[in-house]
């Protein structure tokens, strides 16, 4: 099968890249903006000869791909809030240059990486298949242009429901290969050990569902192999987790220090979430099974990081 990965420089486009090496049944064909980067990279990994790196112009209609992941964009909530509306523009861009692919080469299949912030909701319960997506359209604020690129890139994928399309949302994603400057909370967390720094949190209890790389490589081998369709996914493990039971374990694991504080500052580049993630397995249709929980990818890939570490 030759899939083509746009935005190769993401992390989670790297796990996924390393998760298909093993098997030679997977051609893979890499392109982002920076593909001197992802050779590099290549190099680091010992995938340089394996696989090409391409810059995004080197896209033509003319070569045929099995498959086409998208998961250009970004995942950084600080970056999401400097990036702002272009967000808009850039999902806007390559989305179309694979719609006009598929169009032309029906047989294709398009899996688009989305988000759980489609559903712009404070998430003061977990989305269900039920979920309705909230745009207050009078009063729009920067921290919905993620959310709503997504959403509307969505809306067009369902347009055309006749073409093999899968948008697959992301809720939250742990990986030891992880960009530990970034400003989420498991990144903090990982910061405060690997430095012995204390950990400044909130009170708010919010509750996540960190899939890892080996069952989002399932998610997507799942999708890959299943009859070809047009639908949406949300990610999900065995079972959430929520941050008290989450620090709790990790202090007594790997020695965090953290203190609670009432007026901690955290950014919220998509809005405050406290429960999000999703209750919605509707990718048990694909063959889908997640194989580890929330805490149990965490252990797992901090482990990783911090074996340096580990007494």
């Known amino acids: 099968m030759k899939i083509a990965i746009l935005g190769a420089t993401s992390q989670i486009a790297k796990d996924l890249i390393l998760s298909f090496s093993p098997d030679d049944n997977?051609?893979?064909?890499?392109?982002?903006?920076?593909?001197?980067?992802?050779?590099?990279?290549?190099?680091?990994?010992?995938?340089?000869?394996?696989?090409?790196?391409?810059d995004f112009n080197a896209f033509i209609v003319g070569e045929y791909f099995d498959a086409i992941i998208?998961?250009?964009?970004?995942?950084?909530?600080?970056?999401?809030?400097?990036?702002?509306?272009?967000?808009?523009?850039?999902?806007?861009k390559y989305d179309q240059m694979v719609m006009r692919y598929i169009q032309q080469h029906p047989n294709c299949r398009y899996i688009?990486?989305?988000?759980?912030?489609?559903?712009?909701?404070?998430?003061?319960?977990?989305?269900?298949?039920?979920?309705?997506?909230?745009?207050?359209?009078n009063d729009i604020q920067p921290q919905y242009w993620y959310g709503i690129a997504k959403l509307f890139a969505e809306c067009r994928h369902r347009s055309f429901s006749h073409l093999p399309i899968v948008d697959v949302r992301i809720f939250n994603y742990f990986s030891h290969t992880l960009d530990i400057s970034t400003s989420f909370l498991i990144a903090d967390i990982v910061r405060s050990i690997e430095f012995g720094d204390v950990l400044i949190t909130s009170p708010e209890n919010i509750i996540r569902d960190y899939i890892g790389?080996?069952?989002?490589?399932?998610?997507?081998?799942?999708i890959?192999?299943?009859?070809?369709?047009?639908d949406v996914i949300d990610c999900y493990t065995k079972d959430p987790v929520d941050k008290m039971t989450l620090l709790t374990i990790i202090e007594e694991k790997y020695g965090l220090v953290y203190l609670i504080e009432e007026k901690t500052r955290t950014i919220n580049a998509t809005g405050s979430k406290r429960n999000y993630y999703s209750t919605n397995y509707r990718a048990e249709r694909f063959g889908y099974k997640p194989q580890n929980s929330s805490m149990e990818n965490i252990l797992s890939e901090m482990d990783k990081i911090l074996n340096t570490y580990i007494i």
Do not use: C, H
């Open 112 to 137: 688009f990486l989305s988000s759980g912030a489609v559903y712009n909701s404070k998430f003061d319960k977990p989305a269900d298949r039920n979920t309705e997506a909230i745009i207050a359209i």
């Open 224 to 230: 890959l192999l299943a009859t070809a369709t047009n």
């Open 70 to 92: 998208n998961f250009i964009g970004t995942s950084d909530p600080a970056k999401s809030a400097d990036i702002g509306s272009s967000i808009l523009d850039v999902t806007l």
């Open 26 to 54: 997977y051609d893979l064909i890499l392109f982002a903006r920076q593909p001197d980067s992802v050779s590099n990279w290549l190099s680091i990994v010992g995938l340089n000869k394996k696989y090409p790196a391409y």
């Open 213 to 222: 790389p080996d069952d989002f490589f399932q998610m997507i081998l799942s």
